[in-house]
């Protein structure tokens, strides 16, 4: 690993492309959109995507852009909702992306045309959490998170100022593979301690900008404030040494092994940095 790594765009698109487009990534907790209507939109490796369940309940995860000119047609971090429209030129899709209608000045020729509907993604449900994969055909199996949780006590979201390897590192420094502690490859780590479980998930923002999202089983959220709130100290004092060129040591086998994969990740996308 290098310091621009860390710290500039060309790592970044890298790992957009030779990872982050093929990986099972997690989106959020079942429990944020738990009713009909009920959504999530997130960035994530540079993928602008939501998830939404329908009035059948099931949950779906689609790319956040307009079939007409690509624009976002969910602009919040969260809500509820009948329908999408996007603000832009207007174009509505139901909770299941499928196109309903569109002003006539901007409406498609063939309104039947499936081509309308935003592009769905491969999603998958395990252990209380959402995830997508952006890929073509995907892969057929999502990663077990060694479930069943308790029930869903809620989310925090910290905004972090800082490259999503750091966070990562952090959350796996000091740590090592038991039955109270598991990292799942590329974003999360799940932490138990009796009936509670703590799944800490990455969301790469941008390449200097991470959300992490705290699902919490068996107790109440907010019990983890304190504990999100160190984590983003740590995670961006660490992230002005590594844009220092003060780097990650590889102190334990699981960080040693997430460079590994990156190192990987590099050789199949090009030479970053």
């Given at each position: 690993m290098k310091s621009e790594d860390y710290s500039g765009p060309e790592a970044f698109q890298v790992e957009k492309r030779a990872m982050f487009a093929t990986e099972w990534l997690p989106l959020c907790a079942e429990g944020q959109i738990a009713g009909p209507g009920d959504f999530v939109s997130a960035s994530v490796g540079g993928w602008s995507v939501f998830g939404v369940r329908d009035k059948e309940g099931a949950v779906r995860v689609l790319r956040n852009a307009c079939r007409h000119?690509?624009?976002?047609?969910?602009?919040?971090?969260?809500?509820?909702?009948?329908?999408?429209?996007?603000?832009?030129?207007?174009?509505?899709?139901?909770?299941?992306?499928?196109?309903?209608?569109?002003?006539?000045?901007?409406?498609?020729?063939?309104?039947?045309?499936?081509?309308?509907?935003?592009?769905?993604?491969?999603?998958?449900?395990?252990?209380?959490?959402?995830?997508?994969?952006?890929?073509?055909?995907?892969?057929?199996?999502?990663?077990?998170?060694?479930?069943?949780?308790?029930?869903?006590?809620?989310?925090?979201?910290?905004?972090?100022?800082?490259?999503?390897?750091?966070?990562?590192?952090h959350l796996l420094a000091g740590k090592g593979p038991s039955p109270d502690f598991a990292w799942h490859w590329p974003l999360l780590t799940v932490r138990r301690a009796g009936a509670v479980a703590i799944v800490e998930q990455a969301v790469p923002h941008t390449f200097l900008r991470t959300r992490l999202l705290t699902h919490v089983f068996g107790c109440a959220a907010e019990n983890h404030q304190q504990a999100a709130d160190t984590i983003?100290?740590?995670?961006?004092?660490?992230?002005?040494?590594?844009a220092a060129g003060k780097l990650a040591i590889d102190d334990n086998s699981l960080?040693?092994?997430?460079?590994?994969?990156?190192?990987?990740?590099?050789?199949?996308?090009?030479?970053a940095g």
């Open positions: 000119q690509n624009m976002p047609v969910v602009n919040t971090p969260s809500g509820n909702c009948e329908s999408f429209r996007c603000r832009f030129h207007g174009w509505t899709y139901d909770l299941q992306g499928r196109f309903l209608s569109a002003p006539p000045p901007v409406a498609p020729k063939d309104p039947g045309s499936l081509d309308l509907h935003l592009a769905p993604l491969a999603t998958a449900l395990v252990d209380g959490l959402a995830f997508f994969n952006m890929g073509a055909p995907a892969p057929a199996v999502a990663p077990s998170l060694g479930g069943p949780f308790s029930a869903y006590g809620g989310t925090l979201t910290t905004e972090i100022a800082c490259n999503w390897k750091v966070c990562v590192e983003k100290h740590v995670c961006e004092r660490q992230q002005a040494d590594r960080i040693a092994d997430f460079h590994l994969r990156l190192a990987e990740v590099y050789a199949r996308g090009g030479e």
